[in-house]
């Protein structure tokens, strides 16, 4: 027994990300911070409050970045963040959910720069956006999101228990991970797609929003207010934000070929505080 758990424990792969023991702790605060006390103080303002108003895709990003946060502190729970490996089964709990986070994060920046896009192109075209003309758009975006994000857990968690000697917390040194590099490489693939449609979606809904107030300029004074009913500060930050975590979840992307370095790791775990 005590060969085959050597062979086990020799078979761990590889330590790939060199991190310290406070960095460790700044992935932990940066995860834990919004995911634990910002974020849900956020939802139960815009859920509670009468006088803000956001639409269901923002909440929903703010839900999926409370899961990343908490799938991230899995270790942090179990008390195994250090020392001896923790149980394969928590191990691929971990890894499942985190390597569903690509999907997940970067399908729901896209849905909401796409309803953001909704929402300005019908103001550009001088029409009123009611939601309730678009319930299945809206529902199909609150669980897009979701759908891409299962499909990762599932595909994860099979790969994962069919090997159960590659998944390891000591080759990403933060989090548990799981090494198959097919499934890297189709999830990468997949949040690169998703990426680029998000990164043209914000331009294109940038180029709407200067059209629409080139055109608000060319009116006479008494008419610009009448016509102006967009609220232009959210849309710009959204698309602000998006441009974030396109940038932040490229890192994440680049971090496959170059995976020594802890630093997209802690950016992609600071985005939840932007």
């Known amino acids: 027994m005590s060969a085959v758990n050597a062979t086990a424990h020799d078979a761990l792969p590889v330590n790939i990300v060199h991190g310290t023991h406070s960095q460790l702790i700044l992935f932990l605060v940066l995860n834990m911070w919004p995911s634990h006390f910002g974020l849900p103080l956020l939802l139960s303002i ?13 909440v929903n990003l703010c839900v999926v970045f409370i899961i990343t ?8 729970y179990a008390g195994k963040i ?3 490996e923790p149980s394969r089964m928590l ?16 399908t729901a920046a896209l849905t909401l720069v796409l309803q953001m896009y909704f929402t300005i192109r019908a103001a550009y075209n001088g029409q009123e956006y009611r939601e309730g003309d678009h319930f299945l758009r809206v529902w199909i975006l609150l669980s897009a999101p979701y759908i891409a994000y299962f499909i990762a857990i599932l595909a994860t968690a099979s790969i994962g228990a069919m090997d ?12 548990c991970s799981l090494e ?11 949040s690169a797609i998703i990426l680029f ?7 294109w809904t940038m180029v709407l929003l200067y059209r629409r107030m080139m055109s608000l300029k060319a009116l006479p004074e008494h008419l610009r207010s009448n016509a102006s009913k967009l609220d232009l500060s959210f849309p710009l930050r959204i698309i602000t934000f998006g441009f974030y975590i396109i940038i932040a979840m490229s890192l994440s992307l680049l971090s496959v070929t170059s995976p020594s370095s802890p630093a997209p790791d802690l950016v992609i775990a600071s985005e939840g505080r932007a």
């Open 46 to 58: 815009v859920l509670l409050s009468k006088r803000v108003k956001r639409h269901a895709t923002f």
């Open 164 to 175: 159960p000697t590659r998944v390891s917390r000591n080759r990403r040194f933060f989090y």
């Open 197 to 203: 449609a998000t990164f043209v979606m914000s331009v």
């Open 82 to 84: 250090t020392g001896s």
């Open 91 to 106: 191990c691929l709990l971990q890894s499942s959910l985190l390597y569903g986070m690509p999907c997940l994060t970067s």
């Open 180 to 190: 198959n590099l097919p499934l890297t490489n189709t999830l990468t693939i997949y």
């Open 69 to 76: 946060g908490i799938s991230s502190s899995l270790l942090l």
